[in-house]
């Protein structure tokens, strides 16, 4: 009985895929990522968008890194995490990722998760949607060459939602991530190492996304804030995980179950 209940699942699930294939009509098309969810025993894993915050009961934030990668910096970000066992989100820029291949070639060996944050970082607010769309596609395209992975996540540059937006993020499924509030420390404006440091620390929750940057100007301070902001949570019994981590966790916690993501590949 189990065994025809997998077949009939099994059968189903192809059924499912091949329609959202057939959709896909022309050379461009036929290039999409999907990042389609599944339901593994009725669970569906990544079914919230856009994120702020997840719920979860255990010590755990997602530290999420923009505009990069840096050839020094994104280095630098990636010593940190690696001192306290965590791991974080990037948002890359699709024209970076080209020019620092090698470093997205490290985040996705060390177990770092890649978002998308478009391919040359245009103005949200200037941008219609079939031009976001291109550009989302473009950063997903490089992203897949490099790793062999399409990314789940979409983060609007400046956090901008308007329905151009909305629609290019849902049309290229993707899931908008944004940040917690209270946890955007503004690093990019180098407020001070202290400054940013209070600024995440005394707000800090669990379930949290914390927005920092690992390129643009000159990012030291934000390397030395992450330093003691990861040893101040973690003898607070913090971890520091990935988006995905987050949300895998908050779907175990409240169901006692496992959930898993498909990504539809060309």
């Not at 593994?40 to 994120?51: K, M, Q, T």
């Not at 770092?112 to 395209?141: C, V, W, Y």
């Amino acid at each position: 009985m189990n065994g025809k209940k997998t077949l009939i699942n099994i059968s189903l699930l192809v059924l499912f895929l091949s329609a959202i294939l057939a959709k896909e009509t022309n050379t461009e098309h036929a290039s999409m990522n999907s990042s389609m969810n599944v339901r593994h025993r009725g669970i569906n894993c990544f079914s919230a968008s856009p994120l702020y915050k997840v719920n979860v009961k255990e010590k755990l934030i997602a530290f999420t890194f923009d505009d990069g990668p840096h050839p020094v910096y994104t280095r630098n970000v990636l010593k940190v995490l690696n001192k306290y066992q965590g791991k974080g989100t990037f948002f890359v820029t699709g024209q970076r990722a080209q020019s620092f291949s090698s470093v997205i070639k490290e985040l996705d060996g060390q177990g770092h998760e890649i978002g998308n944050h478009t391919f040359s970082h245009p103005s949200m607010r200037k941008i219609t949607s079939l031009q976001l769309q291109k550009e989302i596609q473009k950063a997903d395209d490089t992203i897949y060459s490099l790793t062999g992975k399409y990314p789940v996540f979409f983060r609007p540059p400046a956090g901008i939602q308007n329905s151009a937006v909305i629609s290019a993020a849902k049309k290229k499924n993707h899931i908008i991530v944004i940040w917690s509030k209270n946890q955007d420390p503004k690093d990019w404006a180098n407020p001070g190492i202290e400054t940013i440091v209070r600024r995440v620390t005394q707000h800090a929750e669990p379930g949290q996304i914390v927005l920092m940057h690992d390129s643009g100007v000159n990012r030291t301070q934000t390397v030395k804030a992450l330093e003691k902001i990861l040893s101040i949570l973690s003898k607070q019994g913090y971890k520091f995980v990935t988006i995905s981590d987050l949300v895998r966790q908050s779907t175990k916690e409240k169901t006692g179950d496992e959930c898993v993501d498909l990504v539809i590949k060309p």
